[in-house]
């Protein structure tokens, strides 16, 4: 089936810096790609929707400042946690469908973000 | 607005018991799909079963199978015979038909033990 990955698996970084997650479609083309967000012991909640060639869609309440995201290929979709600090400490999960009739969503693996 | 509401925040059951995970949905969509997935402890979703809301028929996979009832909004989950290896967090999640977005609830966390 069609995989989804996303790199790294997890990232520990000082307060104040910037981490950029990568989820790639491996064998097939994703004009939209979604990313998600999961506290500890939480639920999955949707941050954005990464659109290639246009400008992401964000949810209410998330800052797109904050989170800048990047659809710049039909298979590369980035997500930057821009000066990061320890709320923002979280399991970062993108999924990406595929196109067609039998469409399907395929989720990553999921990143582990850690701000010290 | 859409909500998926999976009132069981914890099971814990012993191997070879049978086990439901309910899961109740709002949406004013007429067309939506529905979905459960298993999140176990190394964080990766595994895809369980993807049901539209114009096919109200149960379905059976193995020692899984969901009860699908539009007239009650729900899609509940039952796991016959458990195995330690269904211990994870279960959770049930909702699209519109028109968009890939989902909207999940917030989990049932399962423990088997043996």
């Known amino acids: 089936g069609a995989v989804v990955s996303q790199h790294p698996s997890w990232v520990i970084c000082k307060s104040g810096t910037s981490v950029k997650i990568e989820c790639r479609s491996l064998d097939f083309q994703a004009t939209t790609m979604f990313w998600y967000r999961q506290f500890p012991k939480q639920s999955l909640m949707l941050m954005a929707t990464?659109?290639?060639?246009?400008?992401?869609?964000?949810e209410q309440g998330v800052e797109k400042d904050k989170f800048l995201i990047n659809h710049a290929s039909l298979t590369l979709s980035t997500l930057t946690v821009t000066s990061a600090h320890p709320e923002d400490s979280s399991f970062y999960i993108c999924?990406?469908?595929?196109?067609?009739?039998?469409?399907?969503?395929?989720f990553g693996p999921g990143t582990r973000l850690t701000v010290l | 607005a859409q909500k998926v509401t999976q009132a069981q925040t914890e099971i814990s059951v012993v191997e070879k018991e049978d086990v439901t995970l309910d899961c109740v949905y709002e949406?004013?969509?007429?067309?939506?799909?529905l979905f459960w997935y298993k999140q176990p402890p190394s964080g990766e979703l595994v895809f369980l079963i993807r049901?539209?809301?114009?096919?109200?028929q149960n379905e059976i996979s193995g020692r899984y199978s969901w009860n699908f009832q539009k007239s009650t909004s729900s899609f509940n989950f039952t796991i016959t015979a458990s195995q330690v290896v269904d211990s994870a967090v279960y959770f049930c999640?909702?699209?519109?038909?028109?968009?890939?977005?989902?909207?999940f609830g917030t989990g049932t966390r399962l423990q088997v033990f043996p």
């Open positions: 990464s659109n290639e060639g246009s400008k992401a869609t964000y």
């Open positions: 949406t004013r969509d007429t067309t939506y799909y």
């Open positions: 049901r539209n809301s114009f096919d109200e």
């Open positions: 999640a909702l699209s519109s038909y028109n968009t890939d977005k989902l909207i």
């Open positions: 999924s990406a469908p595929t196109s067609g009739v039998a469409r399907e969503q395929f």
